[in-house]
């Protein structure tokens, strides 16, 4: 998600230099990220934890690959790598680790040959239009097989995902003119709701908007998102395509290249909130709609925004997934529970070198575990 701050930093003199302030903090940021990685890496550290992780199998976690100019526009653009990056990074995963889909990966974890690459999986979450279109190619181009977890009920839909749609609106009612005009209009609990969120005055971020927007029951965040889009003029299928999910050609084009594909359930709900009857929907229904599409055995599941707990992971069990990812980070060793599985979120900025390149200090002490206690960095679960 966007961790950015949309509130503006004031210079001595009183005027605006959030722009130049917030870019000297990200610059120093990646000289301190660099200078930490580059030491592990020539000490042999990075090195050391690679081996430590010999038997485990290591999850990537990846949501979108654009161009730099489209990732930019992107509202929540840590969710998107460029293709260059990608390539990047699948570079230094062929040298280091042997990649294999997710199911492959788990049943070679129990039968590791001594001195074998490690194991890595490569995995996508939601399953947009551009997995198809950049990531497909780029991953055959390294023989690399991935893992698509994709939003079953918008397989061929023109209609982009929830958070797609409240996150292009909210940053556009940000931006507005017409701000006072619409947050003064109407009361009803939508517009209550977008008023104290992002009306005039207001700087909340559009990370906090979005978290706050998951905590809503699903027919509320349904009128929001709909008021939403309809204040910001965003109701068009122009919008929404730029988000769309794969159609069913595209899908079936990755799974005859041989990419697994998983569900990550019909609707993209919170499914700690849902209740056992939607539990069972959103997750044998996911994995009934793919598996007619695709006409293959669907064993793979990841769980929206990550949130799982004790009744989810039994209705997953209990609708026949063998596997399924969280947002927990880390490494999985042979006893992991093969429902509860940890990945390594993939954010491009923090593995970028000065010159704006990839870094493979960083990437190695990425995939290795531990940047997060190395880089003193706050531990946060991605979105899935
Ligand atoms: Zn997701």
Redesign the pocket.
């Known amino acids: 998600m966007d961790g950015a701050s949309p509130v503006p930093i004031h210079s001595a003199d009183g005027a605006l230099a959030g722009g130049q302030s917030l870019k000297i903090v990200s610059t120093l940021k990646t000289v301190a990220r660099n200078s930490l990685a580059g030491v592990a890496y020539a000490t042999g550290l990075s090195k050391a934890l690679r081996r430590r992780s010999q038997d485990s199998l290591v999850v990537l976690c990846y949501?979108r690959v654009l161009p730099e100019r489209e990732r930019e526009a992107y509202p929540m653009r840590d969710l998107v790598v460029t293709p260059s990056m990608l390539d990047a990074h699948l570079d230094y995963c062929c040298e280091h680790y042997e990649c294999l889909p997710l199911q492959e990966a788990m049943a070679a974890l129990q039968s590791r040959r001594a001195n074998a690459k490690p194991l890595l999986t490569v995995t996508f979450?939601?399953g947009y239009w551009d997995n198809h279109e950049y990531a497909r190619p780029i991953l055959n181009g390294h023989g690399v097989r991935g893992t698509f977890?994709v939003?079953a009920s918008l397989v061929g839909s023109s209609s982009a995902?929830w958070y797609d749609r409240l996150a292009r609106a909210v940053k556009s009612l940000q931006k507005s003119s017409r701000q006072g005009e619409w947050s003064s209009d109407g009361d009803d609990v939508a517009r209550q709701w977008l008023r104290g969120r992002c009306g005039s005055q207001v700087h909340q971020s559009l990370s906090s908007i979005m978290n706050d927007a998951k905590l809503l029951d699903g027919g509320r965040r349904q009128e929001v998102v709909t008021l939403a889009c309809r204040l910001a003029y965003l109701e068009d299928a122009a919008s929404d395509s730029q988000d769309r999910i794969v159609d069913r050609d595209e899908l079936a084009k990755l799974a005859d290249e041989g990419h697994e594909i998983g569900s990550?359930t019909r609707s993209?709900p919170i499914l700690t909130q849902s209740t056992p009857s939607e539990l069972a929907d959103e997750l044998a229904g996911s994995k009934n709609d793919l598996e007619s599409i695709l006409a293959r055995k669907i064993v793979s599941c990841?769980y929206?925004?990550g949130d799982h707990n004790h009744t989810v992971i039994e209705a997953t069990r209990e609708a026949g997934y063998k596997y399924a990812v969280t947002t927990a980070s880390g490494l999985n060793e042979k006893t992991v529970d093969p429902l509860r599985l940890r990945r390594i979120s993939i954010a491009q900025d923090r593995l970028t070198c000065l010159g704006g390149g990839c870094s493979r200090s960083l990437l190695a002490l990425e995939l290795s575990g531990s940047a997060e206690k190395i880089l003193l960095r706050r531990s946060r679960g991605g979105?899935?």
């Open positions: 949501h979450d939601d977890f939003i995902p990550h993209h990841c929206p925004n979105r899935a």
